[in-house]
């Protein structure tokens, strides 16, 4: 039964990805509606990976547009040899770097902020609090309080750092993949996932 | 109690050696990393330390707690994000294409290896065109009357004076006299004096017994005058004290010029103004955006409202449309202002007219003044996702956010 089961999975994902492969040949091909669909499949995730790498929402914005142009201008050498999402999440990823690497201050890691109805300013964690606490005015608080700390553990990473750790838990890939979006390799990817993790608990097992 | 498990260790080489497990108990509960024999060993170990095992708990609720907290980007800056991609592939492709067509005309392996070609073909060039240029200004002949509209004299060429014909409404234009006497700089000028050929179908190229004035002034001389080669030239509307409506002035256009004058409650005033907006393909734009700013005081009257409506759909010119909608937003239920709004987002090809009707949406949706439907919500998420305007794609986000969270906050 679960046999037959992994089976039907395996052949869904399989004519998911010919699919996609499809998608991609119509794009390459000038198609920009099939360009158009893939950047809807995909644009939620890499906005998500250029917030919690850049972590300010205009840096974040800039992150993807450039992003989606470079895959736009370069998808004609996008021959097949990884997967569209990995190809694309590689130019993501070293285009969130660069921007990091561009920054000649210490404001970048600021949490990007976003103006709401009257007028006042709640950063980006703040605001996943509010979404995500019930009604409840105390657990709202424990929300933002603990957003804080979290927010304030990601600052102790490295950008490189905090890209893998995005990468593995928030878009599950593979160090693998990831090793090669960055262009270093696997063992590499294993070190900063490591040693993130070990900031991360270092600064959050407090307050657990 | 770990070491009671690590059968006679000591406890800072059980320590240490913990440590080497590290690696790998932060590999698996990242899951998917860790071959079999891997797991298999790290599972065996775990078993026999309570300290790694403790550890490895830990760090999988840290991790459930991150991922607790990971939230989804915010919709309206991914809307945002979406809106400016679009925008820039545009800009790209156009670039693009720019570019390409250069590249056809100039390439650069053309001229960047001959400086010296380059710079006397670019001489000559300069030279014919310092030439020639002068001689082509001083003689080009008057630009022709477009065919569309045949464009009559100008009121300038011609000015229209006016002498009193009746006491009411009718001044007869005499041709040689100074223009628009006494209106001076008050006359807000609604349109230039352009006037269009009297088409066949127009109600004044019939016999006058087929123009009746709604509401004739008594002694009204306008059924009196040969109105066949008459049309609208120009319409001027004068101010007027507060809540009186402005002073209409139409110059008519005929063999012997003629304006009309009253404020739009007159009957000819404004069955000629209704007449205008029903037939706007007979008219200039600047005619037919004086009747739609004359008309808008007396919007709430059915008739005009009615021709204000005709023009928002069918008029040709976007500024007429845009007043249109100006117009009629003080006037309609909100419910069919809503309807038009959405219309003229949906069917107006011009930017401008969407951007002034989703303007309007929004303004009607702060102030609570619209009920949100499922049919506006679905266009207006349209809008939000599809259209070619990156403001609109962008206001009618707020616009969709607002009706929901009012939606939300009703139940």
Known sequence: MSVAIEGDARQAALAAAAEEQALVRKAQSGDRLAFDELVRRYDRDVLRLALNVVHQADEARDVYQESFLRVYRNLHRFRFECSFYTWLYRIVTNTALDHLRRRTTRREDQAPEFPDADGATHDFFDRQAEDRASASPEKQLLGQELNRHIQDAMKSLSPRERAVFELKHYHGLRLRAIGEMLGTSEETAKNSLFRATKKLRAKLDAIR | ?411
């Not at chain 2, 026999?48 to 800056?77: M, N, R, V, Y």
């Not at chain 2, 590249?103 to 001489?123: D, E």
Request: negative net charge; contains cysteine; glycine residues 6%.
């Open chain 2, 1 to 411: 109690m770990s070491q009671n498990r690590k059968f006679g260790r000591h406890e800072g080489e059980a320590r240490a050696a913990c440590e080497d497990w590290q690696p790998l108990l932060s590999l698996s509960a990242a899951g998917g990393e860790l071959d079999p024999a891997e797991e298999s060993r790290l599972s065996a170990h775990l078993a026999e330390c309570a300290e790694c095992s403790d550890d490895f708990a830990c760090e999988k609720q840290t991790l459930a707690l991150l991922a607790a907290q990971h939230g989804e980007p915010d919709a309206a800056l991914l809307a945002g994000c979406r809106a400016g991609l679009q925008d820039a592939l545009d800009r790209d492709e156009d670039r693009g294409w720019i570019s390409r067509s250069l590249g056809i005309l100039l390439p650069s392996s053309w001229v960047s290896p001959r400086p010296a070609w380059s710079a006397a073909i670019l001489l000559a060039i300069g030279f014919c065109v310092g030439m020639l240029a002068p001689r082509l200004l001083i003689h080009q002949p008057a630009a022709p009357a477009t065919a569309e509209h045949h464009v009559a004299p100008r009121a300038v060429s011609r000015p229209p004076v006016l002498l009193a014909r009746n006491s009411s409404s009718l001044q007869e234009t005499a041709p040689n006299q100074p223009s628009l006497q006494g209106a001076g700089n008050q006359a807000v000028e609604a349109a230039s004096a352009q006037a269009v050929p009297l088409p066949a179908n127009s109600p004044f190229a019939s016999a006058p017994a087929s123009y009746a004035p709604s509401n004739p002034a008594p002694g009204s001389a306008l059924a009196a005058i040969d109105m066949r080669q008459a049309t609208v030239a120009g319409i001027n509307l004068l101010p007027s004290g507060a809540g009186v409506p402005p002073e209409v002035r139409l110059q008519l256009a005929a063999p012997q010029p003629f304006t009309m004058q009253g404020t739009i409650d007159d009957g000819n005033v404004r069955d000629v103004l209704l007449y205008v907006l029903r037939h706007g393909d007979l008219f200039s734009p600047d005619v037919r955006l004086g009747a739609v700013n004359a008309l808008s005081p007396r919007s709430q009257d059915p008739a005009v409202h009615s021709a204000l409506s005709h023009a928002l759909r069918q008029d040709a010119s976007p500024a007429v449309r845009v007043s249109a909608l100006q117009a009629l937003d003080s006037s309609a239920p909100q419910d069919l202002v809503a309807r038009m709004l959405l219309d003229a987002m949906s069917g107006d090809q011009d930017p401008g007219v969407r951007e002034q009707a989703i303007d309007t949406l929004r303004s009607l949706a702060d102030a609570g003044q619209i009920a949100p439907s499922d049919h506006m919500l679905s266009v207006l998420k349209d809008h939000m996702r599809n259209d070619p305007d990156q403001y609109i794609r962008a206001q009618s986000a707020a616009v969709v956010r607002e009706l929901v969270s009012q939606q939300t906050g009703n139940q």
